[in-house]
């Protein structure tokens, strides 16, 4: 092999790595436009300011930020104070949410909303409602149209998935405006409903929801990322926008 050779395969590496480089720098960055559209990033891509784990000062060990993704590390020797769910600092009352995420096999997580956090509830998932993440091909709740991918989970349904296996990354987002509340996966509106109504409160009382007498009834509240789940899950670009 001549040097010219070894000098343009040098080159070509060295391009690749400048490339993938932009791409990271690129993720979790508002656009011009995006700013003036009054979106907000939740997430800086560098560390976890802005976050911490449930009724906790500070993000649990488990909770790590890795090539520009908030990361949950968590094994068998992880205890719950270092995977509980990662909760935002900031309550949030009527708002446009989007997000991307990817999942391990067979992982199995959500995005939770109106969260209430006080020493009242143990639990995010006693006041949030939440967007059901669920790997497509072996989660533990991927059969169930209740508690499958993009569910509101135990409440509505999800006929239709529009992501496919794990490993690679997808967008959901979550409408919550005076009590309309839109869910969309991939950009497809796979949950129209309406919160607080008698409608509301009846799906409440069939479920096992019906035991926790604050969930679903907060109309202001903290975003959260389920921790206590199996599998490994990954957020980026976690943005925003106050309606």
Request: glycine share 8%; aromatic share 12%; proline share 2%.
């Amino acid at each position: 092999m001549n040097i010219k050779t070894i000098a343009a395969g040098i080159l070509v590496i060295i391009l690749y790595i400048a490339c993938n480089g932009a791409k990271d720098q690129d993720q979790n960055i508002l656009t011009e436009q995006e700013q003036k559209d009054g979106w907000k990033s939740l997430f800086n891509g560098k560390d976890l300011t802005g976050w911490h784990s449930y009724l906790q000062k500070q993000p649990g060990k488990s909770w790590q930020v890795e090539d520009g993704a908030i990361y949950l590390h968590k094994d068998s020797n992880s205890v719950y104070e270092d995977y509980a769910d990662l909760t935002s600092d900031e309550e949030f009352e009527n708002f446009d949410l989007k997000l991307e995420f990817k999942t391990d096999t067979c992982a199995n997580s959500g995005v939770l909303f109106y969260v209430h956090e006080d020493p009242t509830y143990q639990n995010t998932w006693e006041t949030g409602p939440e967007m059901q993440i669920d790997d497509v091909v072996c989660g533990p709740d991927h059969l169930s149209k209740m508690n499958r991918m993009g569910t509101l989970y135990d409440l509505y349904p999800v006929d239709s998935e529009y992501v496919g296996a794990s490993g690679k990354w997808y967008q959901y987002e979550i409408i919550a405006n005076n009590g309309h509340l839109q869910l969309f996966e991939e950009g497809h509106k796979v949950v129209d409903a309406t919160m607080w109504d008698d409608h509301w409160k009846e799906l409440i009382a069939a479920v096992k929801f019906k035991d926790m007498p604050g969930f679903g009834t907060f109309r202001k509240g903290r975003i959260a990322f389920q921790g206590t789940e199996n599998g490994k899950i990954w957020f980026r670009n976690i943005k925003i926008k106050q309606l």
